[in-house]
């Protein structure tokens, strides 16, 4: 029997592998926050040693890195040679669960530079999917660009506003007498169809969506108009 095995069946839990490192600090991280992971903390969830991570993972930033991988994994890549707008918007509405789903996840893919193998799989099929729809590589940089800024910004906002769905049309009621004593007759129209029901105000991930896909449309449209005539 093999030391692993035996130290295995002494345990009585699994072998620790980089994978089980990474896996344990996306499910620490979902729990309690982002702030939450430290190597020492991470060692306790997996009731080991401090030291025994760094067999797996040189650093917290390893892990860090690693843990993104796991997320970028979960979404689905468009597939070049299909229509592009079914394929970005699959790809839109499939990271913004998996974001949702991982909280802390939106300000690691913001504010770091990944590339890893599933982050540069993930953009290369975008690239693919928008080059292959009539996309010069210049445009399509830019709309995938403008696509992952509404998809984190989207994001971001609903993770971190103050009201629940159901509490909309509450606050706006709670709103209205500070709109009534000031010159905001748009603002406070707004603001009482809301507290009445007949707008619910609530954030629309589809609507910016629709809305960037629609100006991409165009502007690809207009670029395949100008090839043609440079012939």
Not at 66 to 80: C, K
Not at 118 to 140: D, I, K, P, W
Not at 145 to 169: M, V
Request: proline share 4%; hydrophobic share 40%.
């Amino acid at each position: 029997m093999s030391s692993s095995k035996s130290e295995k069946k002494k345990s009585g839990k699994p072998r620790l592998t980089r994978e089980r490192v990474l896996q344990a600090a996306v499910q620490l991280a979902d729990s309690q926050g982002i702030a939450a992971l430290s190597m020492r903390k991470l060692a306790e969830t997996l009731e080991v040693e401090a030291m025994s991570l760094y067999n797996h993972v040189a650093n917290k930033e390893e892990v860090l890195h690693g843990m993104v991988e796991l997320i970028m994994a979960e979404i689905e890549r468009p597939e070049p040679g299909k229509d592009w707008q079914a394929e970005i918007r699959k790809r839109a509405h499939s990271a913004h669960i998996a974001l949702m789903r991982h909280p802390w996840a939106s300000h690691l893919l913001v504010s770091g530079m990944n590339i890893g193998p599933q982050m540069l799989a993930y953009v290369n099929a975008t690239l693919g999917c928008l080059r292959e729809a009539g996309f010069s590589y210049a445009l399509a940089d830019r709309a995938w660009n403008a696509i992952d800024s509404h998809i984190y910004g989207f994001t971001l906002q609903k993770l971190n506003f103050p009201l629940e769905p159901s509490e909309y049309a509450q606050a706006a009621s709670g709103f209205l007498p500070l709109l009534a004593e000031a010159d905001l007759p748009y603002l406070k129209a707004l603001t009482e169809m809301v507290s009445t029901g007949q707008h619910k105000g609530l954030h629309d991930f589809s609507f910016g969506l629709e809305l960037l896909l629609e100006g991409l449309e165009k502007l690809r449209l207009a670029q395949t108009e100008t090839e043609d005539s440079a012939l």
